[in-house]
């Protein structure tokens, strides 16, 4: 368990701006794996080459609801800005508990292009006629996020390398050594499930 909770909080940590090197976030599908060696496709079709840590802690993403997303949830979503300043969600992740206040704040994101993503708490959560909004508070600031009905929301629990097999979809963040990707994060989903981050 211990290692899980480092894992939820350098994921949550991951999702922050960096303030040194960038992180490398690949996003894929798991090709071919013989511990320490994976191979993943991503989403562009590039086949990269990484390795896995003994100690690596695992994430496995699972579908949750808007319904789970509360005044107090401390969340992370990746979205799109309006004309008007709000945002728009394209996914919201409702982190454990454990991980409350790691990578907290508003920063650009890769999803999309003009992305961004605020890891925040929840403070107001308002029906619109297609979702709902939410305004969220950080320790900079404040951002309102619609959240259209049908925006993937999920949140994470522990994980095990059971789940690293070919055809599951992986969020990876990664860093560079000696001309090697060692993964660093790692988000993988069941049966299908596409890590929305």
Known sequence: MK??????????????????????????????????????????????????????GIAEVIPSDITAIQPGSYVGTAALPRGDGTLVSLEVVVFPEAARGAGEGHFPWDLQPESTMTNATVVDLARSSDGRTLTLRYKDGEKKVAVPDGVPVVTLRAGDRALVVPGAHVFIVAESNDDRLIVKRFLVGRKGLRPPM
């Open 3 to 56: 290692g899980y909770l480092v894992t939820l909080l350098g994921i949550a940590c991951s999702m922050a701006a960096a303030q040194y090197d960038p992180p490398i976030r690949l996003r894929g599908t798991v090709e071919s794996v013989a511990w320490p060696s994976l191979i993943i496709k991503e989403r562009d079709g590039k086949v990269t080459a990484l390795t896995l840590p003994d100690d690596l």
